[in-house]
């Protein structure tokens, strides 16, 4: 019987002393692959050394120092601390007894003369702790703490910093992903001239959660309740903003996707706006054909200095090549956005998508055809005025900015430069041709916008694409820039001069439009035609949008419209204005109604709806048919004919160029219908106060009529046919529509 209490004693002993030496084995393995583990850590210049390790029964001591041997001062660094407490049951504050492989408490210091290489002087020392739990299954909890600090940059820009620290958790979940919850505690940066920048407790959160079958779903979110900008004076302020992102994917080879952005209120200085609230969705996208895209534009950016092109235009290239492979059937990008504003509100409901029923695009040309587009936006009355009324002021500034350099430019300058400069300058882009560095289209294209004088920014961005096109070189195309640049400052000041004084009377106007002709700005048949008009006296709208129709008819620039128009104006007597300079106040009243009347006109033709509500459109694009407000609304038809694309055309609509009638304007509205045009002689009689064709009056004249009212004459067209002149004078065939064969873009 007493052998038999020995013999339990000893059992209970072992099994007690097999207990109490679990916490060291587990110690002992885990160092082993905790060892293992940490030797991944050296790559790079990065070099991680176990300064000590201590194994204890039931727990370990770590010391670890991380330097940069390549670095200046190879020797210092950042220091880790652990204290390693062995499982297999640990007792934690918060969640009790936990079965665990192990709890890792870190923290984080660096040296001094490290945080002196960063360019930090540091009031009191950083410190960052993380308590690790680490679980047998391979998953981790990590707790972070990271102690308020104040530093100063000792950069040339010195910055100080005061940061309450931060606090939060990282979650990794093994096979299935990771997530973390991260909460950054108010941040002020101040830097020089009482500048600065502050955050109020950010809150971000990370999520990966993978699926075997079809990958993982990805998410970030982030929102602060107060960020603040002080900056040259000004101050910005922006109250609970949030910001959140997610990628899903549906299926192996399809991602769906959301985007969501909002805040309460956005102060700038005095002014204040919001809430606001934009949702985008994405529906049904191809991931394999995202990643190809993503691939495609990193390598054009990475050679785009071997090619000749700026990382940005081989970018925008890539993707005009890439992008359509992204579609799939089903495929759709919808967007809501809800706008407040001090003047009313403005929302847009909008969705694009590929029909099911359509084959997949083979070329980018295909995918902007097929593609199914619906928008709605609605804009209050108020905000349409605050709109308009800043539209009618960047227009005056522009107008006035204009005006002050045509008023400071010298009275002179002679042709012979502004002719010199051309012909050094096609004799250059010819060069260019024949050293490869310019196709022989583009230098077609280029003679064509010295030819209809197409302005200095719509040149510099059709240079740029076709840079993105691989269509002319860097060097090249910054040449023709800058050169165009000149060529086209010498032919505004040779304008100035023609037009720098007002007009006395009508042989003072014949003799500017002479001066016009006899520079190139007109040709002579475009220049007998206005003198003729003149001797005419019409009124000055009609005379106004004759010379807006050669405008269309690239007959004339518009710049030079502008000042003819002007020029009449002051000959009638009902502009008071110089030409080279404009009344403020009047010039910005005439600059909104004109604003105004565009969207009344529009109104009109039921492009824009305006009720007790406010104004609204919407807008549709199905197979290629565009309705706004279900009107139909006409578009060049594909295969069309089209003016040369570059280089440098100015597009119809641009800004500054007449639409063609029927075609969308630069804002996307409809320009204004084509003018009525004067009927052929041989199928109308003449009009009231013109020769009638081939009748001449006595000794071979024609027959003068009566001066006739403003209300009964036609509107004169740009390529209506001259009158017969009386001998000996011949008069040439008019010549002001643009050639039926046009420079081809550069290829």
Known sequence: MRMLKYVLVF???VILAGIAVVPWIDGYYFRKAYLQNLAKFNFGTRKLQVVQYRLGWLSSNVKLHITDPTAPHPTVGIWVNQH????????DALTGWTYLAAEIKTQLSADPEFLTYLYLNVES?????????IFFNGKMITRLDIVPVNFVTTNKAPVKVAWQGAEGALNMLGANGIASDLTIKPLLLQLKQGDS???????????LQCKSSVGCDKSFAFSTPRLSLNGNGKKIDIADISFAFSVMPDSASVINSKFKIAFNKFTIGDFAFGPLALNVDVENLDMSALRKLEGAVFLARANAVSRGLTPNAAMLSALNGEAYHIVTKGMSLSQDMQFSTPYGNLVSKGKAFWPTEV???????EFTHNVNLQVEVHVADSLMDQVLQKIAEQMDAAAAANAKKLAATPAAVGPHNTEQDTADFKKQIDLFVSQKQLS??????ILFALKTHSTTGLFSLNVQQGLARQQVTTAAAAYLNTQYAKIEDDRAKDLAAIFAKPVTDDQDLQDRVNALAAKGYISSATATRLILLLSQNLDDSIFSA???NLATSNAVTLNVADLLSKAYLQLKGEDTTDTASSGAQTAKMTTLDKVKKFIDSNIEKGYITHDSKGYSSVVTFDHGAL???GVPFDIPKRGAPAAPAIPLQQPAGAMGVHPAPGQPGATGMPAPAEQPRMPMPAQQPAAPGMPAPQQPGVSGMPTPAPTPTPTTQPLPSANAPMPPQPAPVSVPAPSNSVPATTPAPIH
């Open 627 to 629: 309705k706004i407000n």
């Open 440 to 445: 022989a289209s583009g230098r077609d294209g």
């Open 197 to 207: 920048f502050s955050l109020q407790n950010v809150t971000t959160h990370i999520a």
């Open 11 to 13: 059992i209970l002993v």
């Open 359 to 365: 084959p997949l695009p083979t070329n980018a040309m």
């Open 84 to 91: 390693i407490i062995h499982g297999p049951y640990i007792h």
């Open 546 to 548: 004759f010379v807006k």
């Open 125 to 133: 020392a950083p410190q960052v702790n993380l308590d690790t739990f």
